[in-house]
């Protein structure tokens, strides 16, 4: 057999199997039956190898132009071909019922602020908001805090301009409520802070706070004390025991940090305590005096108490987690758990 008989045949016999091509599918299966790396075209050019270098010549160049046209011919019946159906089990089960939208639920950071709210709400607590841009006065003079300060360099604040940085605390709520009403008051003040932390497992520069004020007719430590630990055993349960040990904060005096039974470990000691069985979780005191005349305000008439506390830690502790950094990672993985 001449070798033009011998690609005519080839070509023949495709044309043959390309008539029967119904769909992609077989049309693929086509293209890999004559163009594949065991194709009929594979197995033409490896039989040229018993060949005399001129036949071998002249039977590769056609074994080229028929590859060519194979490949003209199966890309136009491609683009006619009909689509290839699905199988049985993949068609559209009308009476199966349908998958609904994935609904988000609310972050956990919000929820654990949400449920501080709720809580102090129940014992007669406004709600209180203010700006994130703070003025000097309002962020540090008015709540008592010198000029000399380290919270006032200007690495440990963010400062927008020589007068208005992004708030450190949510105390300035406080002021600006004190400066708009008069006593008695009871308000918290939720809401983001910022200060220039390096960020790590505990820390962030940007995190969340809940702080409380009362100012009232012959308001005590006592009455912080007791305030504070109905709050803490109505967030973490009843067997919750709190208890206070002395600090320094330049708007209040006395002050104390306020500490919890550790929920990770019932107390026993653990890595989360340290081992002492006890978690710092806020820090509060009486009202300064300096801080009461600065919104004009009575000293000698009024007395009250305020606290601070971060939203994140206590997040930590209600859920479990043991880095901080997992709350803004978007990791859909983690937050499906809440």
Not at 73 to 93: I, N
Not at 126 to 138: F, K, L, M, R
Not at 169 to 184: A, D, G, Y
Request: charged share 25%.
């Amino acid at each position: 057999m001449s070798t033009a008989e011998a690609i005519e045949g080839i070509w023949g016999e495709f044309e043959k199997a390309l008539d029967r091509c119904g769909d992609a599918a077989s049309v693929e299966n086509l293209r890999a039956g004559y163009l594949g790396r065991r194709g009929v075209l594979r197995e033409a050019f490896a039989g040229m190898s018993g060949m005399d270098p001129e036949s071998r010549r002249e039977m590769g160049q056609r074994l080229n132009e028929l590859r060519s046209r194979i490949e003209g011919a199966l890309d136009q019946r491609e683009r006619t071909a009909a689509p290839t159906r699905p199988a049985t089990t993949d068609l559209f089960d009308a009476t199966l019922p349908g998958i609904g939208p994935s609904v988000g639920t609310r972050h956990p950071i919000y929820r654990t602020m949400e449920g501080i709210c709720e809580i102090f709400e129940r014992m007669g607590f406004d709600i209180a908001y203010g700006p994130e841009i703070e003025t000097e006065y309002h962020n540090f003079e008015a709540l008592n805090i010198a000029k000399n300060h380290p919270s006032r360099d200007p690495w440990d604040s963010f400062y927008i301009d020589s007068q208005h940085l992004l708030r450190s605390h949510t105390s300035p709520v406080q002021i600006r409520t004190m400066l708009k009403r008069k006593p008695p008051l009871r308000v918290i003040a939720p809401g983001k802070v910022f200060r220039p932390d390096d960020i790590d497992a505990s820390h962030l520069p940007q995190f969340h706070q809940v702080e409380g004020l009362v100012i009232e007719d012959g308001i005590t430590f006592s009455h912080l004390k007791s305030v504070l630990d109905m709050w803490a055993k109505a967030m973490y349960g009843r067997e919750i025991k709190t208890r206070f040990r002395p600090s320094f904060f330049p708007f209040t005096e006395p002050s104390a940090e306020m500490e919890i039974s550790c929920v990770v470990c019932g107390a026993k000691g653990c890595p989360a305590c340290k081992f002492t069985g006890w978690i710092e979780i806020l820090g509060a005191g009486m009202v300064h005096p300096k801080v009461l005349e600065n919104c004009s305000i009575d000293p000698e008439r009024w007395t009250g108490f305020a606290f601070g506390m971060g939203v994140e830690r206590i997040a930590m502790m209600r859920y479990g987690v043991r880095d901080i950094r997992l709350f803004v990672e978007n990791r859909i993985s983690f937050l499906d758990q809440f």
